[in-house]
């Protein structure tokens, strides 16, 4: 059993200040029991020696551009190199939303020749951002096949999780953030190269991160501008708490489901990562109370929706729900 | 078709004063095309010629006594004037709720002892409310037979209504007050003895009324003290418009399922009234937007009704809904 590395520290690296008090994500081999009592118990951990990716840890642009094929692929470009989610299929029902960032589709070797223009550049960002298909080239699927499935299919089988969904590969220009959202699924955050710093934030902060209606593009983003939080219309993310870890090449980060979290790629360089993303497990056939955190946001989700399919208009969703509200509860 | 009688007026009785903006509700001949109008388009009315219980014109304590028979009835006791309603089996889950009014269950005679000797009382009141069944005496079951039985499921058929599920017998004491609730029943409310004076309020005024939660013994009560608002809490109480009538004996007015209502017993003398309780019509096939008042309000206990079952403890609704609407909506 190898002995953890020692974590990078944020504080060595140029990254983001917040005031927010943050604890330590623990670096754990996977085999310490410590490691599986937090997955069991959905909360996030740092492995360091699981070779769920090491076939894919020579990966660089070059080797990418190479073996990716001639397929497109989906880049993000931003104005800022803030890189906010947003769910297209909602976009119609807010005539006044602005995309946060373009969707663009390039061949690999588009986005090689876009991402060496854009280096320096300070009023463009990109990130790659797609699924690794069977599009890819023979070497890549070399590399796939390598992965260390046979670990990744114990884990899930383990903690009861449903089926893999994908696995993104996420390409990124150095300094760029991802803000603060939740996934409706599991995820072993695999770091292939260079530095992310991910802050994560347990389930039952909610309420201090103040996320968009779900009928919004923005569903699953916290409304909270982590630079300059407003505190009147935010007031409860003065008491925000996080977690805090630095990836570098080989860890893996779970990211249980439901878990905040906004990640942060170091100044220094590009970043290459991919993402195993699995759904969560079946509903308990006995629930117990009081419910956990993540119970109670799914309801919540499932109230909204109903709200919206019974009204059939968004605007009509926090009218409805202050009548309930107000001066009652 | 004979001629409306006038309107009583609540300024020539003593009845309570208050402060907001009331329309008198139209009295008309139920031949009236503007009265089936109003009914269709669930609108309060008061029709003055129905016959529908002219057979029980001629009620009185003493004609009662003598024909109600020998079962037990329910006679609400209550240290003020006000008769609120509350729900026996929600009582347990408030721990801390007490009970506005006791029940009593009285042969009538008792009653009428009971009634004789709370004349004059100024430390306890009595209000008679039990559905008229079949353990009454062969007087009342003549009276009874005799209601326009004809004309109130003509009706029901018109209006598309469910089922009628009871009448209601009511004997209050001069001055009784029925604080502000509505009903999930459209109501034909039977003036037979005595003034009442109604103060009805639609369904669209539900933000300014402040029910208390669905969980609650008082679901379907107002929360605001209508002798004494607390603006505070309850700001939109401003902003109440109503409508008024006074019922005497022969007057039928049309309550509206959802329609809120306040029921006061004019101070000079005993009332008797009898309702006919019927429940809304089926959910229509065709959902037409935007939703009526009426189905916002359905929809809203929904929800609570949803959120209690999955939370299984009312003291976590509250919470779970500021969750979804605090700075989000
Ligand atoms: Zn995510
Ligand atoms: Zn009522």
Known sequence: ??????????SKIEMKKYSFPVKPIQRLCWTEATADHLMTHEEPVVLTDTDLVQSALHWDLSYLEQNMGPAKHTVYVSKSRYFMYYDERKVNDF?????????????????????K???GRTDEYLYYQDALTDTVGS??????????????????????????????LLISQ?????????????????????LKR?????PDQYDKLYPYPVAHPCDRQSQVDFDSPDFERFPKFKEIEGYECILSPGDVLYIP????????????????SITFWYRGGPV????????????????????????????????????????ICDGRY
Chains 1, 2 share one sequence.
């Open 1 to 10: 059993m190898a002995e953890p590395k020692g974590p990078p520290s944020s």
């Open 95 to 115: 005539p006044s939303f602005k995309e946060p960032m373009k969707k663009r589709e390039w061949t690999f070797s588009k986005f090689v020749d876009e991402y």
């Open 117 to 119: 223009s854009h280096e």
């Open 139 to 168: 070497g890549i699927k070399h590399d796939f096949v390598h992965f260390n499935w046979h670990w990744v299919s114990e884990r899930k089988k383990r903690y009861n999780w449903g089926q893999l969904t994908s696995n993104l």
């Open 174 to 194: 150095p300094g760029n953030i991802t803000p603060c959202h939740y996934d409706e699924q599991h995820n072993f955050f695999c770091q292939v190269r260079g």
């Open 198 to 202: 991910c802050l994560l934030f347990a």
């Open 257 to 272: 489901m439901y878990w905040w979290h906004t990640i942060e790629t170091s100044p220094g360089e590009l970043s290459i």
């Open 284 to 323: 308990p056939s006995k629930i117990t109370y009081p419910l956990s955190s993540q119970q109670k946001v799914a309801i919540t989700r499932n109230i909204e929706k109903m709200l919206h399919e019974a009204l059939q208009d968004h605007n009509e969703v926090g009218p409805l729900l202050h009548m």
